[in-house]
Nanobody
Framework: QVQLMESGGGLVQAGGSLRLSCVASGTFYSIDELEWHRQAPGKQRELVAHSTSGGSAYYAVSVKGRFTISRDNAKNTVYLEMNSLKPEDTATYYC??????????????????WGQGTQVTVSS
């Protein structure tokens, strides 16, 4: 099992910055893919940024150039640095873990886990 705890959300003015953190805990050996998603009121949840244990990263078009995903595998933590924030970035941001290895000799299993979310509000 993997538990994910997000932090770092808050209220910020347009043009400002925030740094979100997500710490993974529980009974596992490693996580291959760690992602950030967001969901605004009345809208579907969308992928914001994606990272792999190998160092690859992918961003939604709407945040590319403004957001940066990074991870500290030793601390089982993924970050989302958000700069030049816009009111349309207002949403609840969720951390997502995909493909988990539960032992050193095991293979990655197709499991997915979600955190509870952290609210980001950008005022104009």
């Amino acid at each position: 099992q993997v538990q994910l705890m997000e932090s770092g959300g808050g209220l910020v003015q347009a043009g400002g910055s925030l740094r979100l953190s997500c710490v993974a805990s529980g009974t596992f050996y490693s996580i291959d893919e760690l992602e950030w998603h967001r969901q605004a009121p009345g809208k579907q949840r969308e992928l914001v940024a994606h990272s792999t244990s190998g160092g690859s990263a992918y961003y939604a078009v709407s945040v590319k150039g403004r957001f940066t995903i990074s991870r500290d595998n030793a601390k089982n933590t993924v970050y989302l640095e958000m700069n030049s924030l816009k009111p349309e970035d207002t949403a609840t941001y969720y951390c997502n873990a995909v493909r988990v290895r539960y032992s050193p000799g095991g293979s990655y299993q197709p499991r997915t886990y979600w955190g509870q979310g952290t609210q980001v509000t950008v005022s104009s």
